[in-house]
Nanobody
Framework: QVQLLESGGGLVQAGGSLRLSCIMSGGTFSTYVMAWFRQAPGKERECVVG????????KSLVSVKGRFTASRDNAKNTMTLQMNSLKPEDTGVYYC????????????????WGQGTQVTVSS
């Protein structure tokens, strides 16, 4: 069974950086569309960035463009999210997700989810 594990979350001050990592086991990583989602307190889960099977195509929230960079390494079964210039509104639980469909930004397009990693940005 496919399993996803996120790591790298933590507490940082506004303007700081974090790098999140996601590793897949039990599946062929390269066959999955991947994405990072986040859920802020009191808000619905939203897609931060989706990334195609090859990593060539990405789609991200306007609010994170220029600050967040997603990448994947199919040889290592890993996906990363480099987050720079963090803002308090970036606070939330970040989830790694894998999907069998064409890549997208909707939660029902993804089949497997990690447990989440907390990112807290203080002002």
């Amino acid at each position: 069974q496919v399993q996803l594990l996120e790591s790298g979350g933590g507490l940082v001050q506004a303007g700081g950086s974090l790098r999140l990592s996601c590793i897949m086991s039990g599946g062929t990583f390269s066959t999955y569309v991947m994405a990072w989602f986040r859920q802020a307190p009191g808000k619905e889960r939203e897609c931060v960035v989706g990334i195609s099977r090859t990593g060539y195509t990405t789609k991200s929230l306007v609010s994170v463009k220029g600050r967040f960079t997603a990448s994947r390494d199919n040889a290592k079964n890993t996906m990363t999210l480099q987050m720079n210039s963090l803002k308090p509104e970036d606070t939330g639980v970040y989830y790694c997700a894998a999907g069998l469909q064409d890549w997208g930004t909707r939660i029902n397009e993804y089949n497997y989810w990690g447990q989440g990693t907390q990112v807290t940005v203080s002002s």
